[in-house]
């Protein structure tokens, strides 16, 4: 057979977790219900401060379950040295793990900030000077979820990802305090118009790189490893 | 055209911080049983995984089938099947997930042989792995790895911890999966009775070394307890072939390694009488290596 063995890595990883992000999505959809019950019940503030909550609860636990399921229990259990038996390299081996986990959370991530978006611009719960920090709390989320996942495949390790995920679940909101009062955002978040000056694009810009920065690391960490069980 | 050795691995090395394997020499042509005997923490692990490209030697080269490992290890695990003592299954998935996995995988997947392999088992394919047994659980990972039809059988420890019944049973299917006489196994064990009943070689590995590496019938005829006696008390042969000694008055048990009828008549000659010449059992044979390099490494250590 000439064929890549990743699909089939990702199926049977798809298939022994699909129960689980079906319950997710199930939840996920059950949050924005509820989010949009409560749209014009309580004050816009609050809203928003409660919806964040109820989006990101459901996606990133749903991205942390996959991860530890798929990437550190494949480790902790030996089920690696079952798949790592079968005609299978550590490239092959990471980039189904990167292919099924990234992807699922991205759908997720996509889903919940675009709700976002729509509640807080579409529905005219913010004025549009707000995009540019909206889009940075989204982004680090995503940036967050990056983090984790590629701890998580670097050390396969249950103290080492649940260390990361503290680090990056109190670093991001931490971070984001930090942004929102540099002036140069914080003297547009009412305006009527979004302005992208030039230290809301490097901040955007940052984060994708340092998004991008660690898939590479991770890749070129994962590719050099001499040990692999 | 001669097939390529089933394993050839030239002086590997493996540095850990607690644990060295120094300079492993080990091949074996296609067709035939390798046993791997050792005590735990000898090396045995490594040199599989090593042979399987799960870790990547410090020095030396393993070639499998004629594949340079790990270099060229895709292809050569399609012709490989692995099954280790801590290797695990899915436990919330049933064998028939694992089975339809596997034949994703190999086209060489033989739907009749595994569905024999079920019923000799008794295993039921729609059972989920975390209701099994242990012993259900290597069956299981056996027949996932002998219905692929590989060329080479790899077991790490494959009856540790299995009860006699379901240990005749995997050692049985192994032999069955040599019926092809180009297919190979290398396997390690504790159990030398295991290794004695259907290995064609045995290599012998102590403190991350193969302190000896022979066909079987070598081994078994090359060594020998000589039970003498020593009636004038005269002082033993000096001979390097001497492994063991264990002298009780006039009583005197000598084990001997490489013997041939020369050896008997050293003893002969140094005034002693030899009263019986015994075999001894791959066990006794592997107890007598591992003290003679235990005494060996003792000696290294204190110089």
Redesign the interface.
């Known amino acids: 057979?000439s064929h890549s063995?990743i699909p089939?890595l990702m199926?049977?990883d798809f298939?022994?977790t699909q129960k689980m992000i079906f319950i997710f999505c199930v939840v996920t959809l059950a949050c924005i219900v509820i989010i949009s019950m409560l749209f014009g019940r309580i004050p816009n503030v609050v809203f928003f401060n409660l919806g964040i909550t109820l989006l990101i609860a459901p996606a990133g636990t749903c991205g942390i379950v996959l991860l530890m399921k798929t990437i550190v229990l494949e480790k902790q259990?030996?089920?690696q040295?079952?798949i790592?038996?079968?005609?299978?390299?550590v490239k092959e081996f990471t980039l189904s793990k990167l292919l099924l986990n990234l992807p699922v959370f991205t759908a997720f991530w996509l889903v919940i900030t675009g709700v976002a978006f729509y509640f807080a611009f579409g529905l005219g719960l913010f004025p549009y000077g707000t995009v540019p920090f909206i889009t940075m709390i989204f982004l680090g989320i995503l940036v967050a979820y990056i983090g984790i996942l590629s701890a998580a495949l670097i050390y396969q390790s249950y103290g080492i990802t649940v260390i990361a995920s503290l680090c990056f679940e109190m670093g991001t909101p931490a971070y984001l305090w930090i942004i929102a009062y540099l002036e140069p955002i914080n003297r547009h978040v009412y305006d009527p118009h979004m302005v992208w000056n030039p230290t809301a694009i490097i901040i955007v810009a940052t984060q994708f790189f340092v998004a991008c920065t660690m898939l590479l690391i991770t890749w070129h960490l994962q590719t050099q490893k001499?040990?692999?069980? | 055209m001669s097939l390529p050795l089933a394993i050839d691995c030239e002086n590997i090395s493996k540095h850990y911080p607690h644990f060295q394997l120094r300079d492993v020499n080990l091949s074996f042509e296609q067709g035939a049983v390798m046993g791997l005997v050792g005590p735990n923490g000898a090396g045995k692990s490594t040199i599989l995984r090593i042979v399987m490209g799960l870790i990547a030697p410090d020095i030396g080269s393993t070639k499998v089938l004629g594949y340079s490992m790990p270099k060229e290890q895709l292809v050569a695990k399609r012709n490989i099947g692995f099954v280790a003592e801590d290797m695990r299954l899915y436990e919330s998935e049933t064998i028939a997930f694992h089975m339809d996995f596997i034949k994703s995988i190999f086209d060489s997947w033989d739907d009749q042989y595994a569905n024999t392999l079920l019923h000799r088992f008794d295993l039921n394919k729609e059972q989920k792995v975390k209701g099994m047994s242990h012993g259900q659980r290597v069956k299981a990972t056996l027949l996932l790895a002998l219905a692929r039809r590989p060329k080479l059988l790899v077991f790490d420890e494959p009856t540790t911890g299995l009860d006699p019944s379901v240990r005749k049973e995997v050692l049985d299917e192994m032999m069955n999966a040599l019926q092809d006489e180009t297919h190979s196994i290398l396997f390690s064990s504790h159990n030398t009775l295991d290794v004695e009943q259907i290995s064609d070689y045995i290599t012998f590995i102590y403190g991350g070394r193969v302190i000896e590496s022979r066909n079987k019938e070598d081994f078994m005829d090359g060594w020998r307890r000589l039970r003498l006696t020593n009636i004038h008390n005269k002082a033993l042969p000096n001979l390097s072939n001497i492994k063991d000694v264990q002298e009780s008055g006039r009583l005197c048990t000598v084990t001997v390694n490489n013997y041939d009828d020369s050896i008997s008549e050293k003893f002969t000659n140094a005034g002693l009488q030899i009263s019986h010449i015994e075999r001894l059992t791959l066990e006794e044979i592997f107890l007598g290596n591992v003290m003679s390099a235990k005494a060996t490494q003792n000696k290294e250590a204190t110089l």
Do not use: E, N
Request: hydrophobic letters at 55%; proline letters at 5%; a positive charge.
């Open positions: 057979m063995i089939l199926k049977k298939l022994m259990k030996s089920t040295l079952f790592m038996s079968l005609p299978v390299t001499r040990d692999f069980i």
